[in-house]
């Protein structure tokens, strides 16, 4: 008899074996999705309500999804149409000497380069620059730090009880959150229609550079999805945020902690594939039914 259930314990660490992960908070009963078998996620539907949240719901680093509230802070101080390139923000030397940084992602900005606000947050959010998120939280607020104060205002402001942001960027393993947490900002950050563009584009460029810098999701445009944002690190994982549209319904979903303690690459294919496979389940569920 032991060695029977110390077999049917260790079957379920083995690859492919996981067990099935614990879901909770669905205002909609019956719904079967694919939820990752390990860290947390959450997915809602507009007008119909929450899909479930997996996961223990521990605060958790989340790397470069981190800058969906920075350009939600930079969005409601200096707000801007869509057609408009917004206020002329001027690169400086810390910017430009941070864009060499191997050890993360960057945009290879000049000092003294003058480049309008839109399109900083698309060199932002879409090849996800760190040196420009903090530039833009220079810009904004005169320093890092006193930008990171009003994004943890923020945070409270839209009861995100779990978050705690440390940098503007997301290179920070101490900027943590949950997958609930984030699902608030997702649905606050894509009424602005602004926001909404620039999360959808596939690519972006420097002005005078002849270079394309693609979006890090590469879900767009596949399983309705419309945006938002990846982001990965070592001890993050990979982690997703992603806003679909299917059926005229917004779908917005968050992804975290992917194969944490990997590598960034694992990390976002894992958080990608995860994604994938949640985006195209949520579709079929909507496509087939009669809300």
Same mark, same amino acid.
């Given at each position: ?30 719904? !079967? ?24 719901? +521990? ?10 509230? =920075? ?6 101080? /200096? ?20 864009? /060499? ?9 000049? +000092? ?51 978050? =705690? ?6 290179? +920070?393993?101490?900027?943590?959150? =949950? ?21 959808? +584009? ?47 319904? !917004?779908?917005?979903?968050?992804? !975290? ?29 909507? !496509?087939?039914?009669?809300?």
């Amino acid at each position: 008899m032991r060695s029977s259930v110390a077999f049917l314990l260790l079957l379920g660490l083995l690859p492919g074996c996981a067990p099935e992960p614990i879901v909770s908070g669905a205002d909609v009963p019956g719904v !079967l999705l694919p939820w990752p078998a390990e860290g947390q996620a959450a997915v809602e539907v507009e007008g119909i309500g929450s899909l479930g949240v997996s996961g223990d719901g +521990e605060p958790v680093p989340i790397a470069s999804v981190t800058k969906v509230m =920075t350009a939600y802070v930079i969005l409601r101080r /200096h707000p801007l149409r869509p057609a408009d390139p917004g206020p002329l923000v001027t690169v400086d030397r810390t910017a430009e000497e941070e864009s /060499h940084s191997p050890q993360e992602s960057t945009v290879p900005v000049r +000092e003294g380069q003058r480049i309008g606000l839109r399109r900083m947050l698309e060199l932002m959010l879409v090849p996800s620059g760190n040196n420009v998120a903090r530039l833009l939280a220079r810009w904004d607020s005169g320093s890092q730090q006193a930008f990171v104060r009003r994004m943890n205002a923020a945070a409270r402001r839209l009861g995100m009880v779990g978050t =705690t942001y440390t940098g503007a960027g997301g290179n +920070e393993d101490s900027t943590v959150s =949950t997958a609930t947490d984030q699902l608030k900002l997702a649905s606050t950050a894509m009424r602005d229609p602004v926001f909404r563009e620039v999360v959808g +584009e596939g690519h972006t460029e420097l002005p005078g550079d002849a270079r394309r810098f693609a979006n890090t999701n590469t879900l767009l445009d596949r399983h309705g999805v419309i945006g938002i944002k990846t982001g990965s690190g070592t001890a993050a994982g990979g982690n997703l945020m992603w806003a679909s549209r299917v059926r005229g319904r !917004l779908v917005l979903g968050v992804i !975290l902690g992917q194969a944490a303690g990997t590598d960034p690459v694992s990390g976002k294919e894992a958080a990608l594939a995860a994604g994938g496979k949640m985006t195209a389940a949520v579709e079929r569920w909507l !496509l087939s039914s009669d809300r």
